[in-house]
């Protein structure tokens, strides 16, 4: 009997070994399995290798994560770069030069098309939105045509510059009443411009009325504000924030929930389990509901004016294009820089642009901004979306096997193209020009290189002398004066850019109209920002004072 015991317990343990054998194996099977694989040739991290999470440490670690990205390949000494972002998927390639940029995205376009990451993000707030679409899917075809006419000179001249003028007027007002209150001390700017911002984009999308407004809300509310009589001189005042309208809030949980997303691995899935929360669950349903209403309203402002028809929104001009298409088939269309250094300069040149509007002592009509050319006013402008790098990624993916710089890119590959750093707002870093594609090399000249001050502030870069009219030394604004990708480039390019410019020109104007502003301390301004859907200033500070221009134009 004691035999047998024996030989039974000899048996569990050499089971029990067998196991762990078996399981010891498994497991150094699968941790090889699961080691990210590098492409071949393209340079990479050689400890991310090693681990099952590959670079996601390192990057989860910086302070700034997508300028962590971007970065890498000129830590490397390096054009391109791969990193292993995502556990379990292929390495994901990084592209820091402008000329490989721009010959992907507008004359590669065969080969890279829209990346899945978009759709990963965004698909949830709004899954019918062309940014989200490859450019091969069926549906954004159709979206080209329903959006065609959003970004002509008519739509924005007749549709959206009334309503980009109007939310201008707006901020004016509020932060008139704020100059008057912070008694000489700096506040935030942060939020208003981003409410003005909101509020222009809602009137031009949906043709929402200024009592709806969320700067109007804000302006109402402040203005029984009382300022604390016992602030000390250079400390920041701070205002209330008003309520905000459950509409308005809906739109503004979109960047929140496209955040969520972009930190996850499975970003899907974690923007469903954050609809769980009440929160984010009421400004989904309040989305669907503010379009359906703002479609009725449309609707029925079509059908009541007949003939008499003029848009008031991008909503209203996209349903009355159609309706009008099928009845003949029946019957057979924020960020406000702090980078103006020289501001007496700049207001020089709006004074001078706009000299009807000193002479009666009112402000630029928004006729004479949308139709003035200001030199230096537009580099300012230029050079600040350069500097600024709003956005600083952008996604692709490969469609076939192709090449970037004389490597292979196997098919599926996620790229992504830096709209900041080397060749834009750093030194490039040297490419080989034989492994350029013809294409590239052939469009070498068409935009120069920026010299050896690439990385300051310098809105001169933009202007240059010409020749006009038979005078000599005309200075005029430049857009091809060198690399700028603030709004990407190719037929995917940014498609509300104009409108963005739009807006941004003419709050700048207003806003430099209207008042000077004043130095704050160093702690309140700078270059440091804040990574949400977009980069955001960490600190947006202004100190303003009147300059007595208090006659507002007609509105439109």
Same mark, same amino acid.
């Given at each position: 009997?004691?035999?047998?015991v024996?030989?039974?317990? @000899?048996?569990?343990?050499n089971t029990?070994?067998l196991?762990?054998? *078996?399981a010891?194996?498994a497991l150094? &099977?699968g941790?090889?399995?699961?080691?990210?694989?590098? #492409?071949?040739? #393209?340079?990479?991290?050689?400890?991310?290798?090693?681990?099952?999470?590959?670079?996601?440490?390192?990057?989860?670690?910086?302070k700034?994560?997508?300028?962590?990205?971007?970065?890498?390949?000129?830590? !490397?000494?390096?054009?391109i770069?791969q990193l292993?972002l995502?556990?379990f998927r292929?390495?994901t390639?990084?592209?820091s030069d402008?000329?490989?940029?721009?010959?992907?995205c507008s004359?590669r376009v065969?080969?890279?098309?829209? @990346?899945?990451?978009?759709?990963e993000?965004?698909?949830?707030?709004?899954p019918n939105f !062309?940014f989200?679409?490859?450019s091969?899917d069926p549906?954004?075809?159709?979206?080209?045509? *329903? =959006?065609?006419d &959003?970004?002509t000179?008519?739509?924005?001249e007749?549709?959206?510059?009334p309503?980009?003028?109007e939310?201008?007027?707006?901020?004016?007002d509020?932060w008139?009443?704020?100059?008057?209150k912070?008694?000489e001390?700096p506040?935030?700017?942060n939020h208003d /411009?981003?409410?003005s911002?909101? $509020?222009t984009?809602?009137?031009v999308?949906?043709g929402?009325?200024?009592?709806?407004?969320?700067?109007?809300h804000? +302006?109402?509310?402040?203005?029984?504000?009382?300022?604390?009589?016992?602030?000390g001189l250079?400390?920041?005042?701070?205002f209330p924030?008003?309520?905000?309208d459950?509409?308005l809030?809906?739109? =503004? $949980? #979109?960047?929140?929930m496209?955040a969520?997303?972009?930190?996850?691995f499975f970003?899907?899935l974690?923007?469903?389990?954050?609809l769980l929360?009440?929160?984010?669950a009421?400004?989904?349903?309040?989305?669907?509901?503010?379009?359906?209403?703002?479609?009725?309203?449309?609707l029925?402002?079509i059908?009541?004016?007949?003939?008499?028809y003029t848009?008031k929104s991008? /909503?209203d001009?996209?349903? !009355?294009?159609?309706?009008m298409a099928?009845s003949?088939?029946?019957r057979?269309?924020d960020?406000?820089?702090?980078a103006?250094r020289?501001?007496?300069? &700049?207001?020089?040149?709006?004074r001078?642009?706009?000299?009807g509007?000193?002479?009666?002592g009112?402000?630029?009509?928004a006729?004479?901004?949308?139709?003035?050319?200001?030199?230096?006013? $537009?580099?300012?402008?230029?050079e600040s979306?350069?500097?600024a790098?709003?956005? +600083?990624?952008?996604s692709?993916?490969?469609?076939?096997?192709?090449q970037? =710089?004389?490597y292979?890119?196997?098919?599926?590959?996620? #790229?992504?193209?830096?709209?900041?750093?080397?060749?834009? +707002?750093?030194?490039?870093?040297?490419?080989?020009?034989?492994s350029?594609?013809?294409?590239?090399?052939?469009?070498?000249d068409?935009?120069p290189?920026?010299? $050896?001050d690439i990385?300051?502030?310098?809105?001169?870069?933009? /202007?240059?002398?010409?020749?006009?009219? @038979?005078?000599?030394?005309? %200075?005029?604004?430049?857009?091809y004066a060198?690399?700028n990708l603030?709004?990407?480039?190719?037929p995917?390019?940014?498609?509300?850019?104009?409108?963005?410019? /739009?807006?941004?020109?003419?709050?700048m104007?207003?806003l430099?109209w209207?008042?000077?502003? %004043?130095e704050?301390?160093?702690s309140l301004s700078?270059w440091d920002?804040?990574?949400? *859907?977009?980069?955001?200033?960490t600190?947006?500070y202004?100190k &303003?004072r009147?300059?007595g221009?208090?006659?507002?134009?007609d509105l439109?």
């Open positions: 009997m004691k035999l047998h024996d030989m039974f317990a @000899g048996l569990v343990d029990s070994v196991g762990i054998l *078996l010891t194996l150094y &099977l941790y090889f399995t699961l080691r990210p694989v590098p #492409i071949p040739g #393209i340079p990479y991290n050689e400890d991310a290798v090693m681990r099952a999470f590959g670079d996601l440490k390192a990057m989860k670690s910086a700034y994560r997508r300028r962590w990205i971007w970065s890498q390949p000129r830590e !490397h000494g390096t054009a770069y292993f995502f556990p292929r390495p390639v990084i592209v402008y000329r490989e940029a721009v010959d992907i004359r065969k080969e890279f098309d829209r @990346g899945t990451r978009n759709r993000c965004v698909g949830i707030t709004a !062309h989200t679409m490859e091969r549906r954004f075809r159709h979206h080209k045509e *329903l =959006l065609r &959003l970004m000179p008519w739509f924005l007749t549709v959206a510059t309503r980009v003028y939310n201008a007027v707006a901020l004016v509020l008139g009443i704020k100059e008057l912070a008694l001390r506040f935030s700017a /411009l981003y409410l911002t909101l $509020d984009i809602c009137a999308a949906f929402m009325d200024r009592e709806m407004s969320a700067v109007g804000q +302006t109402r509310h402040i203005e029984g504000f009382k300022p604390v009589e016992h602030w250079g400390v920041v005042a701070r924030t008003a309520p905000t459950a509409y809030e809906s739109i =503004l $949980d #979109i960047p929140e496209v969520i997303a972009q930190k996850s970003p899907t974690s923007q469903r389990l954050a929360s009440p929160k984010h009421r400004a989904h349903w309040n989305r669907r509901r503010l379009i359906r209403k703002q479609t009725e309203q449309a029925r402002r059908s009541s004016l007949g003939d008499q848009p991008a /909503l001009h996209l349903l !009355h294009r159609e309706m099928s003949r088939a029946g057979a269309p960020f406000f820089s702090p103006i020289d501001e007496s300069r &700049l207001r020089q040149a709006l001078q642009a706009f000299p509007a000193v002479e009666e009112r402000w630029p009509t006729e004479e901004i949308s139709s003035t050319s200001v030199p230096y006013f $537009d580099a300012v402008v230029e979306l350069r500097i790098s709003v956005a +600083t990624l952008i692709r993916t490969a469609t076939c096997d192709t970037i =710089l004389g292979s890119i196997p098919k599926g590959t996620d #790229i992504l193209l830096s709209l900041t750093g080397p060749s834009l +707002t750093e030194p490039a870093v040297p490419v080989s020009e034989p350029r594609t013809a294409a590239c090399r052939q469009a070498k068409r935009i290189a920026w010299g $050896d990385g300051e502030y310098k809105p001169e870069r933009w /202007l240059k002398v010409e020749s006009r009219d @038979g005078s000599d030394g005309v %200075q005029v604004f430049n857009p060198g690399p603030a709004f990407s480039a190719g995917r390019q940014c498609f509300g850019k104009k409108l963005a410019l /739009l807006q941004l020109k003419t709050t104007a207003l430099l209207n008042f000077e502003l %004043q704050v301390e160093a700078g920002i804040t990574e949400r *859907l977009f980069n955001l200033p600190n947006c202004v &303003l009147r300059t221009h208090d006659k507002v134009a439109p």
